[in-house]
């Protein structure tokens, strides 16, 4: 069975501050996706990254960067610089390929104050 | 490219009633759509994976006869609430899985809030 933790209900920060989402994930699966989502308060999911279980490289786009380590089995990210717009809930998810179904982790709440 | 739409966004009924919840893709084809349904302050709980021209596959502890998925074209599935009753009430959410080459992957639709009152 696939499981993924994030063990960060709400995370409350000041604007610039940098925040760190944690996720942790369980499978069985050698090949595999982590994906981070980001749900504004209108709803929509606003995709941000995939990443394949074979390429552990980290990635940095902009503000956001990411952490992928198969050892310990977490797929973390960080906001740098943190603005007020980034409030939102965040996701992290597991899949089976790119285009399987999803398993998604209890989401992070992330309040930036101006 | 790669849209996805629900339709309505959203939608207020009474208790006993059926509503009908559209997902299309707009610029692209889907055999597989995905429904999601995501109650206030949770996370994505998968319902149901359908198949373009087959019967969907419903998760454990999902009613499929309480909530009937219709996907008879490339681009429209079809989510019927049946008989909607209070518990009901959350946000569904679905997906689409184009054919082949790089866009193997899930696009997701803005969502359709329902409220059974």
């Known amino acids: 069975a696939q499981k993924v933790t994030q063990a960060q209900t709400e995370i409350s920060v000041v604007e610039k501050e940098d925040v760190t989402l944690d996720c942790v994930y369980e499978?069985?699966?050698?090949?595999?996706?982590l994906f981070w989502y980001k749900q504004p308060p209108s709803g929509e999911l606003v995709f941000l990254i995939r990443?394949?279980?074979?390429?552990?490289q980290n990635e940095i786009s902009g503000r956001y960067s990411w952490n992928f380590q198969k050892s310990t089995s977490s797929f973390n990210f960080t906001i740098t610089a943190s603005q007020v717009v980034d409030s939102a809930v965040y996701f992290c998810?597991?899949?089976?390929?790119?285009?399987?179904?999803?398993?998604f982790g209890g989401g992070t709440r992330v309040l930036v104050k101006p | 490219g790669a849209v996805v739409s629900q339709h309505p966004s959203w939608v207020i009924c009474k208790s006993g009633t059926s509503v009908k919840i559209e997902c299309r893709s707009l610029?692209?084809?889907?055999?597989?759509m995905f429904w999601y349904r995501q109650f206030p302050k949770q996370s994505l709980m998968l319902m149901a994976t359908?198949?373009?021209?087959?019967?969907?596959?419903?998760e454990q502890g999902v009613e499929k006869d309480k909530f009937l998925i219709n996907h008879a074209s490339l681009t429209l599935s079809t989510l019927t609430v049946t008989s909607a009753h209070p518990e009901d009430s959350s946000f569904y959410i679905c997906?689409?899985?184009?054919?082949?080459?790089?866009?193997?992957?899930?696009?997701f639709g803005p969502g359709t809030r329902l409220t059974v009152l």
């Open positions: 998810a597991l899949g089976r390929g790119a285009g399987n179904k999803l398993t």
């Open positions: 499978t069985r699966d050698t090949t595999y996706y």
């Open positions: 610029d692209f084809q889907a055999t597989t």
């Open positions: 359908s198949n373009e021209g087959s019967k969907a596959t419903y």
């Open positions: 997906s689409a899985r184009a054919q082949g080459g790089s866009y193997n992957e899930q696009f």
């Open positions: 990443r394949n279980s074979f390429d552990e």
